[in-house]
C-alpha cells in the first residue's frame, strides 16, 4: 500500500528566508503527487500537483517542488517565506486514475517576525 | 464559479446518535470523495463516488456510509456515533475519476459528546 512520511511535524522560520518542507512517498509506480496547504478552520488548498514531465513544478503562491524518483521524495520549496505562509502542509499521493489521496502527517509552518 | 459546499459547518451530537453531512461539489464535478480529518489519525480517505455509484472505500466501520444522488450532490452518514467520531470531515470535488487535482470544501466540525 501506498505510504506518505513527512518527516518534520513543526517547522518554524523567520520571515524572508528560504522553506524546504521534505515528503516521502512509497508505492511502486510513479503516483500522482499533491501539495496542500490547511488554514486554521479552512479546508484544504491546492498548492502544486505532478503528474509527469518535468520533474521540477511550480504552484500558487510563488511555491515549487521537485520530484525526485531516485529518493522518492517530493519536496515543497519557497524562497522567501511570508507571514501569510503559517499553516499546516500536507503532501499526498494518489494512484494513476484514482481519486484516493493518502495524506502525509503534515508539517505545521510558524513564521517567526 | 461556486466552491464545494458543506453543511452543516459544525454539528454537536451525542453517542449513540446518527448523523447526515452533505456536499455539494463544484458545478459540472462528478466525482466526490469524503476524508476524515483527527488529530491522531491525520487525514483518512473515507469514500469516493461516481455517477451515484461508490469506487473505492477506506478502512472504515460499516456505521460510515454515504451515497451520491444524480445531481452529484453527496452525503454521508455515521450511526451509531462515538466519541472517537469528532472531526473535520472534508469533502472534496473533481471532474472526473483519472487522478485529477480535487477541490475541498471547508468541512463539518462534527463533536460527539
Known amino acids: 500500500a501506498q505510504s506518505v512520511t513527512q518527516p518534520d511535524i513543526h517547522i518554524t522560520v523567520s520571515e524572508g528566508a528560504s522553506l524546504e518542507l521534505r515528503c516521502n512517498y512509497s508505492?511502486?509506480?510513479?503516483?500522482?503527487l499533491f501539495w496542500y496547504v490547511q488554514s486554521p478552520g479552512q479546508g484544504l488548498q491546492l498548492l502544486l500537483k505532478?503528474?509527469?514531465?518535468?520533474?521540477l513544478v511550480q504552484g500558487i503562491k510563488g511555491f515549487e517542488a521537485e520530484f525526485k524518483r531516485s529518493q522518492s521524495s517530493f519536496n515543497l520549496r519557497k524562497p522567501s517565506v511570508h507571514w501569510s505562509d503559517a499553516a499546516e502542509y500536507f503532501c499526498?499521493?494518489?494512484?494513476?486514475?484514482?481519486?484516493?489521496?493518502?495524506f502525509g502527517q503534515g508539517t505545521r509552518l510558524t513564521i517567526n517576525p | 464559479k461556486a466552491g464545494v459546499t458543506q453543511t452543516p459547518r459544525y454539528l454537536i451530537k451525542t453517542r449513540g446518535q446518527q448523523v447526515t453531512l452533505s456536499c455539494s461539489p463544484i458545478?459540472?464535478?462528478?466525482?466526490v470523495s469524503w476524508y476524515q480529518q483527527t488529530p491522531g489519525q491525520g487525514l483518512q480517505f473515507l469514500f469516493e463516488?461516481?455517477?451515484?455509484?461508490?469506487?473505492n472505500k477506506g478502512n472504515f466501520p460499516g456505521r460510515f456510509s454515504g451515497r451520491q444522488f444524480s445531481n452529484s450532490r453527496s452525503e454521508m452518514n455515521v450511526s451509531t456515533l462515538e466519541l472517537g467520531d469528532s472531526a473535520l470531515y472534508l469533502c472534496?470535488?473533481?471532474?472526473?475519476?483519472?487522478?485529477?487535482?480535487?477541490?475541498f470544501g471547508p468541512g463539518t466540525r462534527l463533536t460527539v459528546l
Open positions: 458545478s459540472g464535478h462528478r466525482s
Open positions: 499526498a499521493v494518489a494512484i494513476q486514475g484514482a481519486q484516493k489521496l493518502v
Open positions: 508505492y511502486g509506480a510513479t503516483p500522482y
Open positions: 472534496a470535488s473533481s471532474l472526473d475519476i483519472f487522478g485529477g487535482e480535487q477541490f
Open positions: 505532478y503528474f509527469s514531465g518535468d520533474t
Open positions: 463516488y461516481f455517477s451515484e455509484t461508490q469506487r
